[in-house]
């Protein structure tokens, strides 16, 4: 089975530009989430997504946001990029369809965002 | 609210020695917990988790946690650290939802021969 993919694994921005990540997860998997790791931060917690609805928000501000597709693909746009986003952004899948749940996480490599 | 501390930013080991990263939880109500290791330039991959079943957990690679409610800690072992075992190790706890990880700040750990 194919794991996380996502794209671009790379990505080079100018201040004040908007990007858009883009995340498929394990097929079958219906819940997606979004991480972000920085080496102050650490890994902080975006949002979740299952069946195209957002289940869970982290404490981030409005500039970025996520969504998501039919087939469970997802995608995640900053706005107005700021210096302070450069990071890591990691995606992950698991089945998780009831709450609580204990299903497990699959992370993706991640996209590395570089913002100039 | 739940929290992870990890003790220790980086942890120094002799090939074939002893491998212990610390973790320490703080859950207002039984909690999930998770290892996950990343090495360099990849994503996270799941060593092994605890969901209230038996409280000695066996992981992939080798490694194992042991939850101890008293103590509040969920600690890393493996019995014998191999070069290719450094990475950066990270413990987390799932929120109440179980749709979030809440990550410790992570251990780096170092093998030499």
């Known amino acids: 089975k194919a794991g996380v993919t996502q794209t671009p694994r790379y990505l080079i921005k100018t201040r004040g530009q908007q990007v858009t990540l883009s995340c498929s997860p394990i097929?079958?998997?219906?819940?997606v989430s979004w991480y972000q790791q920085t080496p102050g931060q650490g890994l902080q917690f975006l949002f979740e997504y299952f069946s195209e609805t957002q289940r869970n928000k982290g404490n981030f501000p409005g500039r970025f946001s996520g969504r998501q597709f039919s087939n469970s693909r997802s995608e995640m746009n900053v706005s107005t990029l700021e210096l302070g986003d450069s990071a890591l952004y990691l995606c992950?899948?698991?089945?998780?369809?009831?709450?609580?749940?204990?299903?497990?996480?699959?992370f993706g490599p991640g996209t590395r965002l570089t913002v100039l | 609210a739940q929290s992870v501390t990890q003790l220790g930013s980086h942890v120094s080991v002799s090939e074939g020695a002893l491998v212990l990263l610390r973790c320490n939880y703080s859950?207002?109500?039984?909690?999930?917990l998770f290892w996950y290791v990343q090495y360099p330039n990849q994503g996270l991959q799941l060593l092994l988790k605890?969901?209230?079943?038996?409280?000695l957990v066996k992981g992939i690679n080798g490694f194992e946690a042991e939850f101890k409610k008293s103590e509040t800690s969920f600690h890393l072992t493996k019995p014998s650290a191999h070069m290719s075992d450094a990475a950066e190790y990270f413990c987390?706890?799932?929120?109440?939802?179980?749709?979030?990880?809440?990550f410790g700040k992570g251990t780096t750990l170092s093998v030499s021969s």
């Open positions: 987390a706890v799932s929120d109440q939802a179980g749709t979030a990880l809440i």
């Open positions: 605890y969901t209230s079943a038996a409280t």
């Open positions: 992950a899948s698991s089945l998780s369809s009831g709450i609580p749940s204990t299903d497990t996480q699959y």
């Open positions: 859950s207002s109500v039984p909690p999930y």
């Open positions: 097929s079958g998997h219906r819940s």
